[in-house]
């Protein structure tokens, strides 16, 4: 039986110019470089200035990435998804106009919101279209302009995010690789934690709410923490005993990017080198739907075919999960 796997062949990236650094921070708000290093791992933060342009400027340029680089024919993509909690506006789905704007005009295309773990969820639901066997090429993308929903007279949110957007693309492998296993999990405790309180049907917009800033993301910072440390770390220390993985058969944790502290303290629990541990949170900040294709796309290169990859990541809701994954390729 020749059984279809969905493997990741490419991968590409954006983010803006304009570097937002902690030493910027500190005449915005009471804060410094030393408090947000020792507590986040963030040095700088990437942010899109342009106001006229929203998360599709992004995701449509980590797109063009991906397809000028690996010479792909956006016609012969089946389907765009978009991870995403800033889209561009309700009710039109941003990543339709994504895909119309690449040139993937034989592709339907949906948006996908699970917060931080949008693009993990976006994973699993790639992966089984593939392994249906109705589709070949499919293209999902992370990408938020977080620097939309930030107050930035906040310290406890504003040093904490920034923009971007990657992309990866899913193909049928017939060699066991790629997609081999999750476990994705949600839970709505978390529901007033981590949050925008206006702007939905619950709390329609007004000129009260704008006046109240509550159009911004609001975090219980040490709540959302303590969730996401044990969240993340349970997840993906139970995807390595379901698979029988030792901590000398995982190669890579590719781990969302929202504090350091939590990359660690899942590490630790998978009993991980850390040099096995993909970080790069002191260049980005956490850009939640984005963090992990930022991380393939930084780290491509060092990835070999047949390596074994596990994905965790931790988001508002609360939602979160691990995947476990076989590189398909190396990267010349």
Known sequence: ??????????????????????????????????????????????????????????AIKAAENLIAKNNINPAEIDLVLLGTTTPDMPVAATAV??????????????????????????????????????????????ADKMSSIIDYTDRATCIIFGDGAGAVLFEPNHEGLGFQDEFLRSDGVGREFLKIEAGGSLLPASKETVENKQHYVF??????????????????????????????????????????????????RMGLDESKVLVNIQKYGNTTSATLPLLLNDFEKQFKKGDNLIFAAFGGGFTWGSIYMKWAYDKQ
Request: aromatic fraction near 10%; charge should be neutral; charged fraction near 20%.
């Open 1 to 58: 039986m020749n059984t279809i796997t969905a493997a990741i062949t490419a991968v590409g990236a954006y983010v803006p110019d304009f570097v937002l650094s902690n030493k910027v921070l500190e005449t915005l708000v009471d804060t410094n470089d030393e408090w947000i290093t020792t507590r986040t791992g963030i040095k700088e933060r990437r942010i899109l200035k342009d106001d006229t342009k929203g998360t599709s400027f992004l």
């Open 97 to 142: 106009y994504v895909a119309s704007q690449i040139g993937a005009v034989n592709a339907f295309a949906y948006d996908l919101q699970a917060a931080c773990s949008s693009f993990l969820y976006g994973m699993s639901t790639a992966a089984a279209y593939i392994e249906s066997g109705r589709y070949k090429k499919i293209l999902l993308i992370g």
């Open 219 to 268: 975090q219980d910072g040490k709540t959302v923490f303590k969730y996401a440390v044990s969240g993340m770390a349970d997840v993906s220390e139970k995807i390595m005993q379901r698979n029988n993985l030792t901590k000398e058969d995982v190669n890579w944790l590719v781990a969302h990017q929202a504090n350091k502290r939590i990359i660690d303290a899942t590490a630790n």
